[in-house]
């Protein structure tokens, strides 16, 4: 199994070029997988349709709500496939079972007198301040994913074009327009200020870093709240 589980996620790298957040999230799917398949002693070759129902039915008895249970059945489908495909096994035990229902919700966001709050909360007489604010600033007004962010560099940033260039999901590359507000705050990218650190992994920001510490400037009740800063909001004084 453990060996099965590698290919399929050298495959996923190497040929369908994946990004490292999507293979992590793929991995520690199939540990959960392959924990169930050692506990039953059973090898891919040997599922049937009803253990991978009595999976996604231990998923549930731990308390995973069903997007996450759904996440998991489309991973193994894929490892599945791919065993069926690389001549592993004969039958695709997942392809006729059914994918859990869920009710779709509008997405949580911050309203305009949060973000005030927010962008208001750094320190912009410090060093690390200064980047907190551009980088609030920058998530805020582009709607960029934090690990986009992270990997930014200075020659990114096209201020005279009024976009910067980044790498996104699958390795691809975008430009993405910028607001006005960006070249006051992009003094720290451009190396007239720098921070202690010269780089910032995707983990950095959202656990310890200032995107998780919204929640507790603006004393919001919802812990996902913090999250939609990501998202594109709408602002009617049209600042970005």
């Not at 590698?6 to 991995?27: D, I, P």
Request: hydrophobic share 40%; aromatic share 6%.
């Amino acid at each position: 199994m453990e060996s099965d589980i590698r290919a399929f996620l050298n495959y996923l790298r190497v040929e369908k070029g994946l990004s490292t957040n999507t293979l992590h999230a793929y991995r520690r799917d199939l540990a959960k997988f392959a924990a169930f398949s050692a506990k039953r002693g059973l090898t891919l070759d040997q599922f049937q349709h009803t253990n991978v129902v009595d999976f996604l039915r231990t998923l549930y008895l731990k308390k995973l709500d069903s997007r996450t249970v759904a996440r998991h059945l489309v991973t193994i489908r894929h490892l599945f496939r791919f065993a069926f495909t690389e001549g592993i096994i004969k039958e695709d035990p997942a392809a006729n079972v059914q994918a859990p229902k869920f009710r779709r919700s509008l997405p949580e966001f911050l309203s305009v007198a949060d973000v005030d709050r927010l962008l208001a909360q750094p320190d912009v007489n410090s060093t690390l301040g200064l980047r907190d604010k551009a980088m609030i600033e920058l998530l805020y007004s582009t709607g960029l994913r934090v690990s986009e962010l992270c990997g930014l560099k200075a020659a990114d940033i096209q201020t005279e074009a009024g976009c910067l260039r980044c790498i996104g999901k699958g390795n691809k590359e975008r430009l993405v327009p910028v607001g006005r507000a960006l070249p006051v705050s992009g003094t720290v990218g451009r190396g007239e200020r720098r921070a202690e650190s010269d780089c910032m992994d995707r983990s950095a920001v959202w656990p310890e870093g200032v995107v998780e510490r919204s929640d507790e400037m603006l004393a919001m009740p919802s812990p996902g709240a913090a999250g939609s800063v990501e998202l594109s909001i709408a602002d009617p004084k049209g600042r970005f």
